[in-house]
């Protein structure tokens, strides 16, 4: 006879689809080092319609754990025609992501016959004692009486991650939450809302933030425009202009207060070819005007002669500051080989200022970096080799919709070790960043309209499900969604390699990785099976545990 109701233990790679049986194994047990957040999931399915379910979590970390609901949303564009075969599904239809926090009074619903899963995450925060714990979940009607049960058992390691290394930004649309929230731009509910954010952000291992001196060139349409965020106050008297930096101030204050420890400002030339200005605003004999914008040549004397003025202001801002090791530049986003003679010209003009400063930009093709036009290229992962075979260095990468074939990713779509490989890639090859454009982008392609995420979640049909955002537009503040969460466990992969690298050397541990492998792992070629990378994981545990521990009983003796 059927259960009336079952659970069970998965890890966080699996994705629970409402419609499909679940393939892969159980998963009851794991390890983390004292400062990890640790994440697993217990999928329920009922065979009758079930209201007000509590989930009851009974461990020595019940201070540290927090229970969320797995919740399901539309995906009209999962992926694109010509997709690889690395995916779970092609089809539209509904894909779990957002990350709900359960309401106590009105618990989980089990839905007839649909598979849905709770995530539990246990956040260490580095002061727990090392040992083994048992984190026991229940699901009970309202009636107390026991639904079904599981228990995890969580090892905890006595060794820290080391502070992260990698610089990694994933684009912040402060334009999208003034929207969502409809509050105006700058006001105090608007900075609060980016607090939260940004909070969020450094939390899941974002440590460099976009910075909107000017509203950012970015996914907007030709001769249109995105809502004006405009950190800096400009005004116009005659030829000279002046600058107030107070909501920059400002700005960099909270983000630092949350953990930022890098600012990336906004691009000072049109994305795509570097041929107009931003949008700029300000006051000129007592009213406000648009200066610059898609009408400005970027090479013209006006534009020019405004960043004459502008820069050496902003540098000395910089320093008053002391953000000289902090600040990062950018030219324009994208620009491709037919580009190059624009892009140059602009890169030119801001390079004579700010020479001292590194300027990175999103390009693939080796002819910019090859040209001396940008300091640190950031080419897309399937993108990259030319720049690895020339031993560039301090080398970033990317990734967005045009890498779906083979490299990592993370739309819906795509099995999360694709998401969670990253780290392991940016170990082996050395990567010094990691951009991504898409943390709360909550806008239709090219910015010509708002979109509720929770509804639209491929940008109006322009990008995969996936690409565009990380988290979710919350009555009280963001939604994280499966896809941050396994994000933020490729970067502690990122963390733990390089202690373990610390303990036996980086030879060692790029043997180690590629250990009963039969090729080695490049950005378009790895272990494709969820289980290779939760056993290399514990493995790596292990490793640190026992040296660590040879290492602390060594130093006993000695003393």
């Not at 957040?37 to 019940?62: D, E, G, P, W």
């Not at 610089?167 to 929207?179: K, M, N, P, V």
């Not at 440590?207 to 116009?236: H, S, W």
């Not at 405004?306 to 202001?313: E, G, R, T, Y």
Request: negative net charge; charged residues 25%.
């Amino acid at each position: 006879m059927e259960l009336e109701f079952v659970t069970r233990c998965l890890s966080s790679l699996t994705k629970v689809f409402a419609d499909q049986e679940l393939k892969d194994q159980d998963f009851n047990k794991g390890s983390a080092l004292l400062n990890e957040s640790y994440s697993f999931q217990v999928a329920y399915k009922s065979r009758t319609l079930v209201k007000n379910i509590k989930v009851k979590v009974n461990s020595a970390f019940h201070d540290k754990i927090t229970v969320r609901s797995v919740g399901l949303v539309p995906s009209e564009l999962p992926c694109y025609h010509d997709h690889d075969d690395l995916i779970l599904k092609s089809t539209p239809g509904l894909y779990p992501d957002p990350l709900y926090p359960i309401h106590a009074k009105d618990g989980l619903i089990a839905f007839p016959e649909q598979w849905r899963s709770v995530w539990i995450t246990v956040d260490l925060q580095g002061d727990s004692n090392p040992g083994r714990y048992t984190i026991d979940v229940s699901f009970e009607k309202e009636n107390g009486e026991c639904l079904g049960k599981q228990a995890f058992e969580l090892e905890v390691i006595a060794a820290e991650l080391p502070k992260q290394k990698l610089i990694h930004t994933e684009w912040f649309h402060t334009d999208c939450l003034a929207t969502h929230y409809h509050v105006d731009v700058f006001s105090e509910e608007h900075w609060r809302r980016i607090g939260q954010f940004v909070q969020m952000a450094a939390k899941h291992g974002m440590n460099m933030i976009l910075t909107p001196l000017f509203t950012p060139p970015l996914d907007t349409a030709v001769g249109g425009e995105r809502p004006t965020v405009q950190l800096v106050d400009v005004e116009k008297s005659g030829e000279t202009f002046h600058f107030h930096f107070e909501k920059l101030k400002r700005w960099i204050d909270l983000c630092s207060k949350q953990g930022i420890e890098y600012f990336e400002f906004s691009h000072l030339f049109t994305q795509w070819g570097a041929k107009h200005a931003p949008k700029i605003v300000g006051i000129e004999n007592g009213e406000f005007k648009q200066f610059f914008g898609w009408e400005t040549d970027a090479a013209g004397v006006e534009y020019r002669g405004f960043l004459q003025q502008f820069l050496p202001s902003l540098l000395e801002f910089i320093n008053e500051n002391a953000l000289e090791d902090q600040c990062f530049f950018h030219v324009s986003d994208e620009p491709h080989l037919p580009q190059v003679e624009s892009y140059e010209n602009a890169s030119r003009i801001l390079q004579e200022y700010v020479k001292d400063f590194p300027v990175i930009d999103a390009l693939s093709d080796y002819t910019f970096y090859e040209k001396g036009l940008v300091q640190t290229p950031i080419p897309s992962n399937d993108h990259i080799q030319p720049f690895l075979e020339n031993g560039v260095e301090n080398l970033w990468t990317y990734y967005c919709c045009a890498q779906y074939k083979k490299v990592a990713n993370r739309f819906f779509s795509m099995p999360s070790f694709r998401n969670r490989v990253l780290g392991i890639q940016l170990y082996k090859y050395k990567i010094s960043g990691f951009l991504h454009w898409g943390y709360n982008f909550w806008y239709a392609q090219y910015s010509k309209k708002a979109i509720d995420p929770f509804k639209n979640t491929d940008a109006n049909h322009a990008f995969p499900s996936g690409d565009a955002f990380l988290v979710y537009p919350g009555e009280d503040g963001p939604i994280e969604s499966i896809r941050l969460e396994v994000l933020n466990e490729a970067l502690q992969d990122l963390r733990a390699l390089q202690l373990l690298e610390s303990l036996v050397g980086r030879e060692q541990v790029l043997t180690f990785l590629e250990e009963g492998l039969d090729y080695e792992i490049t950005f378009d070629q790895y272990p494709q099976d969820q289980e290779w990378y939760l056993l290399k994981r514990e493995q790596m545990n292990n490793k640190i545990k026992e040296i660590t521990l040879t290492t602390d009983l060594s130093s006993r003796k000695k003393v």
